[in-house]
């Protein structure tokens, strides 16, 4: 496979149903994961203007049972509990609902997924509970700062509905009346059927059989006619250039532009000025940035895009240079804008993003293939050049013409100007009028980013007559998807290393992630307390290419690197206003689960990094990858820094885990605030395969069940799950709650007696699943998940069987399995960690 070529079992094939709907088919190889989308084309802005929020609430309630399928049995608990992914999303004129599945789950999935898009049960009780669900989301959302900088931007648009309220909340859903049943019921009749469907399908299957399944009773979708609706002009008010007070680690700077009566080709001209945008490489936007010390990250995103029109951000984190010199950024800015758009040379600017997009949809999974192509202005190959070219020219006639809406967000109230607090689409905005100075004009000498050379570099070819003991060389049966996997991990004989030194390694990293995953790669380096990993995961000709590069980088990162790790780990141990909590939570997971090692207080350095790799063992993985780079791959590794190590040879320290925790302790990070968030993991007892079969499989029976009881009827909060995960070295249950109302306390209580609950009920449970539904990939299964498998066995001590035996136990579990492990998880026998903003509420947890 070339990598200029986009196979065509990765685009789908269009068709228009005799019902009206349309379809989009991708046969995926057997072995591999189903998924499906369905978008509708209705969303925030098309629901009665009277009751806000009323398209997102029915988005949550069609999870709520349908006719075929009561709640215990719908898609989501259907889904969890087989290990599979799914989610929906209402935007301002579409609704999207999909999944993703093993093969054989993927016709119950579908049933579910459409008969409760045509047929849901809209009971009032149920509406009544989730109305709180959006009410608790309302409330997170009003301290989101991306969100509040949207709502301030809405305030300089002129009348449209970007700039209404369309979250929902407690107010604005008065389920208790009639004539908001009738507009419900009225917005899922005139939207929720097949003229105003898309249905996208990747799956192991034939078409044939896909269309046959479309027959099935449970999957007929009410016919109509597509529905005509209007776009109301978009525009500003005027020059408007905006403060707002937002809680955030760093100040922010959005510039927004007011975009409208553009052709459809803009999305991908947008699209392009994303990817320059996003691009670290010499010559970027965001380096020219850099040097000149104004911010640390930028993007670009579209809140709002639809028909020609939208609302387009330019977002920067700056720096305190940056804020002081504001008015040069924009200006800087505004003239980058006008020589991509004008002056760049069109060719190598079209070629380098062509092969970009041609090269990420080789290793796409199912579902991410879909979320790609439901966008109608997707690139494609039959992309016309010369309208894209032709569309940005038009985008930057618009951007030079108009002024845009400058808003900078901080900690900090505004320094002058005239004070226009308001509400703003449902938000409160602590909002000034703040003008920015005028600057003379500076003459910049653009240029495209620097071309990525993995886009088009090769290694020399050649088998290696013996593979190097430090690496794991594993064959992968899919070998003609032109993906691989490729893993390193280096393990601390003594001690962690000197606190900062990932934090240095992950920021000298964060350009070349990028540059991975430009081209075709996702790259990772992660610290599990006692190891660090690097995985490379994607077009398996340009592994090796990329390991090499990043070596370099490891062993001498800049200078920089060294201390934007300090900022980082500083950033680190203390709560960030930028990101929900609760995802904090999880990541101080693995400092709970390493109570006896202690970092060394001394700042990072070049030294202090040079010490420290020659006291770190290595061994790598390998899955996938073609024969003829074992090689190059070879002569690669003989610059990793460390010592060669044995893959899956337990170290002494590795060796003594199962045990090793204190039965109960609690961490704190962070205070007390609105929301109190509490993240519990429960580790494996210890590493049989019958053990983490039986774990994997209870945690799929209760991943549903926790989430009905906890939020939609207790109402704890909007962000509650539990699953099986694994951090580092540990395997286990964690169970997850952020909640504005209830204490730590009080949701460890709920926590217990779900456990509680769900041991009395578990025979019921047990019968609503077969045991050994539960997939655990293996090498059989697509290679990202057989892979990402294997290695998290490697990283616990595991060798390269043992997912096998997992599936294998897991396909002889009885139910007297799953009673015993649940008496032992409920018992602690693992032990039990919590990471909470508050304290431990009794004797029994041992505080760090």
């Not at 320059?276 to 895009?305: H, T």
Request: net charge negative; aromatic share 8%.
């Amino acid at each position: 496979m070339t990598p200029a070529s986009v196979p065509s079992a990765v685009i789908p094939q269009r068709h228009v149903l005799p019902n009206g709907l349309r379809l989009g088919f991708i046969q995926q190889p057997a072995g591999s994961q189903a998924a499906a989308l369905v978008r509708v084309n209705a969303g925030a802005h098309d629901a009665p203007s009277e009751y806000p929020g009323l398209a997102h609430f029915l988005e949550h309630l069609l999870f709520l049972g349908s006719h075929a399928f009561a709640p215990a049995q719908s898609l989501m608990p259907f889904v969890q509990g087989r290990g599979g992914q799914l989610n929906a999303s209402t935007r301002e004129r579409h609704t999207d609902f999909f999944f993703q599945v093993s093969a054989d789950a993927f016709e119950g999935a579908l049933k579910r997924l459409l008969d409760m898009l045509a047929r849901p049960l809209l009971d009032e009780d149920a509406q009544l509970r989730e109305r709180e669900v959006l009410q608790a989301e309302f409330l997170a959302r009003g301290r989101d700062r991306e969100t509040l900088c949207d709502t301030a931007i809405g305030t300089a648009l002129a009348l449209h509905p970007f700039c209404a309220f369309h979250a929902g909340n407690r107010d604005t859903l008065p389920v208790e009346t009639p004539a908001f049943q009738q507009a419900l019921h009225g917005y899922h009749r005139r939207f929720y059927h097949t003229g105003q469907m898309e249905l996208l399908v990747a799956a192991p299957c034939s078409l044939e059989q896909v269309l046959e399944l479309l027959h099935c009773v449970e999957c007929r979708l009410p016919i109509a006619s597509a529905v005509e609706r209007t776009v109301p002009p978009l525009q500003a008010n005027g020059d408007a250039t905006l403060h707002l007070r937002v809680d955030g680690e760093q100040p922010c700077l959005d510039m927004a532009f007011a975009l409208d009566g553009l052709p459809a080709e803009t999305a991908v001209a947008l699209d392009i000025l994303g990817t320059c945008m996003a691009s670290q490489a010499s010559g970027s936007l965001f380096a020219v940035m850099g040097e000149a010390r104004w911010c640390n990250a930028l993007k670009l995103r579209a809140p709002y895009w639809h028909d020609g029109q939208g609302v387009v951000v330019l977002e920067f984190q700056l720096t305190e240079q940056g804020m002081a010199d504001r008015a040069q950024v924009v200006a800087a800015v505004r003239d980058w804008l006008h020589f991509m758009t004008v002056n760049a040379p069109w060719s190598e600017l079209w070629n380098e993003y062509v092969q970009i997009r041609r090269r990420e949809l080789l290793g796409k999974e199912p579902l991410a293939l879909l979320r790609y192509w439901i966008d109608p202005a997707a690139w494609a190959p039959s992309t016309d050049s010369e309208g894209v070219q032709h569309a940005l020219r038009a985008l930057g006639a618009k951007l030079d013409s108009c002024e845009p809406i400058i808003l900078t967000a901080d900690d900090k109230d505004g320094e002058c100007g005239e004070r226009i607090d308001t509400v703003g689409a449902g938000f409160a905005l602590q909002l000034t009028s703040e003008p920015l100075p005028t600057v003379d004009r500076r003459t910049w000498q653009w240029r495209l980013p620097e071309h990525n050379p993995w886009l088009s570099e090769h290694v020399r070819r050649w088998v290696a007559p013996v593979v190097s003991p430090s690496l794991c060389w594993l064959e992968h049966g899919d070998g003609a998807s032109g993906q691989g996997a490729l893993f390193l991990r280096w393990r601390f004989a003594n001690g962690q290393p000197a606190a900062g030194l990932w934090h240095c390694l992950q920021a000298a990293l964060r350009a070349h992630a990028h540059a991975a995953a430009q081209a075709g790669v996702e790259l990772r380096f992660e610290d599990h307390g006692r190891s660090w990993s690097l995985a490379l995961i994607g077009y398996a000709e340009t592994l090796p290419l990329i390991l090499r590069d990043l070596l370099v980088i490891l062993k001498t990162p800049p200078a920089g690197a060294f201390d934007e790790g300090a900022r980082l780990l500083s950033k680190a141990e203390r709560p960030c206003a930028d990101e929900i909590l609760i995802r904090q939570l999880l990541r101080r997971i693995p400092v709970l689960l390493e109570p006896t090692m202690q970092a060394a207080d001394l700042p990072p350095h070049q030294v202090l990094l040079d010490q420290t790799w020659q006291q770190l063992r290595w061994d790598a993985l390998a899955i996938g990858l073609p024969a003829h780079l074992s090689g190059p791959l070879q002569d690669i590794l003989d610059a990793v820094p460390g010592v060669p190590g044995v893959p899956g040879a337990p170290d002494r320290v590795s060796s003594e885990r199962s045990g090793d925790l204190p039965r109960y302790q609690w961490s704190r990070f962070g205070e007390s605030g609105e929301e109190t968030a509490l993240v519990l993991f429960c580790p494996l007892p210890d590493r049989t395969a019958a053990t983490e079969a039986a774990w994997r499989q209870l945690s799929q029976l209760m991943e549903g069940a926790f989430f009905r009881r906890l939020r939609s009827e207790l109402q704890l909060g909007y962000a509650v799950f539990c699953g099986f995960r694994q951090f580092g070295e540990r395997l286990g249950i964690v169970f997850a709650v952020q909640s504005p109302s209830a204490s730590a306390a009080e949701i460890l209580w709920h926590i217990e007696a779900f456990l509680d609950a769900f041991a009395g009920n578990l025979t019921a449970q047990i019968g609503e699943m077969s045991l050994g539904d539960g997939s655990v990939p293996t090498q059989s299964d697509d290679l990202r998940r057989s892979a990402e498998r294997i290695w998290q066995a490697h990283l616990a001590g595991g060798d390269n069987g043992h997912p096998a035996a997992v599936a294998a136990a897991m396909a002889v579990l009885q139910p007297q399995d799953i009673r015993d492990q649940l008496q032992g998880l409920r018992a602690a026998v693992g032990g039990w960690c919590v990471v909470a903003n508050a304290d431990a509420p009794d004797a029994r947890w041992q505080q760090r």
